[in-house]
């Protein structure tokens, strides 16, 4: 892919960095003394436009969502080659389908649980899997709805849903990265990959699943190879970070897994994952022309929206704020 065909966007970019949330006003969120206070921040910032929509804080799902798509929406208009903000839009394709799919096999309703930003209409795709018209659908997104039926068809297991969409939506973005041919992508998506099976790997040991059932649930891809991966199931936990520590994530996983044994909580170790990720991130801001600043903006704007849920989420739970800023992942701005 041609880096240069992204040089009229980057000064966009830059200007939209800037309206990113920054420590201050997070800060002042975390400090407020109600839920309501905490929302009143974002009056100084893009979320403006829909607090009118939120009638109590209570609702702030509803701007966060509205955000999410007006971002999606820009720079499906704005970037040049649309597979690039795809590949950022997949997962929510790819959730939509476990929601769809689930309604569909147990007889309920579950649109509630859908989210309005996918390289596929939301509508439409529900359409196509309620209807069984799987033509129009990508050839991976379509094997995966079929393998998925077939094997709850074979199963009744609805475990397996989420871990069969999993798989195949790694398999289709490790489509859309050969395709535009870009090492950045590769590198981001090789990380996200190494990153899952680990937190996979020590959440399987902790429910005592067989090593079967871990195998089923690894995505390949990724710089671990996945020989290596299951070598490392009949390890205890306390020896993964030491087995792992040639990896560029030896620190994240010294600290996270420390804290894991500590209180059989896996929370510290997705926070420090996110952070590595954040700050692999952060590189971007140095880069004049290519598709790093696009992923980058993306991927802060998304980090944005779950640092205010996990303010909000401790705001309406009455949580201190001291613990609410210990959950906070770093960010972008």
Do not use: C, W
Request: charged share 30%; glycine share 4%; aromatic share 10%.
């Amino acid at each position: 892919m041609d880096k240069m065909m992204f040089n009229q966007v980057i000064p966009r970019l830059r200007v939209l960095e800037t309206r990113l949330l920054d420590k201050s006003k997070l800060d002042r969120m975390v400090d407020s003394d109600t839920p309501l206070e905490a929302l009143k921040v974002l009056q100084e910032s893009e979320y403006s436009i829909h607090l009118n929509n939120v009638k109590r804080p209570e609702d702030y799902e509803v701007m966060l969502s509205s955000e999410l798509k007006r971002v999606y929406d820009m720079f499906y208009q704005m970037i040049p080659v649309k597979s690039v903000v795809d590949f950022m839009s997949l997962k929510y394709d790819y959730h939509n389908l476990k929601v769809i799919i689930k309604g569909k096999i147990l007889g309920i309703d579950l649109s509630n649980l859908l989210i309005s930003v996918g390289s596929i209409d939301v509508n439409k795709l529900k359409y196509y899997i309620e209807s069984e018209y799987y033509r129009d659908l990508n050839p991976i997104m379509r094997r995966a709805v079929e393998s998925t039926l077939e094997d709850y068809a074979a199963t009744s297991d609805p475990q397996n849903i989420d871990i069969i969409l999993d798989r195949y939506l790694f398999e289709h973005m490790h489509q859309l990265v050969k395709a535009m041919d870009d090492k950045s992508m590769e590198k981001y998506l090789e990380t996200l990959i190494d990153l899952t099976n680990i937190k996979t790997l020590l959440r399987v040991k902790s429910q005592n699943k067989s090593r079967d059932f871990f195998n089923e649930t690894l995505i390949s891809g990724g710089n671990l190879d996945n020989e290596r991966l299951n070598n490392l199931y009949a390890d205890s936990a306390e020896n993964l970070a030491g087995r792992l520590s040639f990896t560029d994530y030896d620190s994240i996983l010294r600290t996270g897994i420390e804290e894991y044994l500590r209180t059989g909580s896996l929370g510290s170790l997705e926070k420090n994952m996110d952070n590595f990720i954040i700050n692999f991130m952060k590189k971007a801001k140095y880069i004049t022309f290519g598709v790093e600043p696009v992923i980058a903006y993306i991927y802060a704007k998304e980090n944005e929206i779950k640092l205010i849920r996990i303010i909000m989420v401790g705001k309406l739970n009455n949580v201190p704020p001291e613990v609410i800023r210990e959950r906070l992942r770093d960010n972008y701005a």
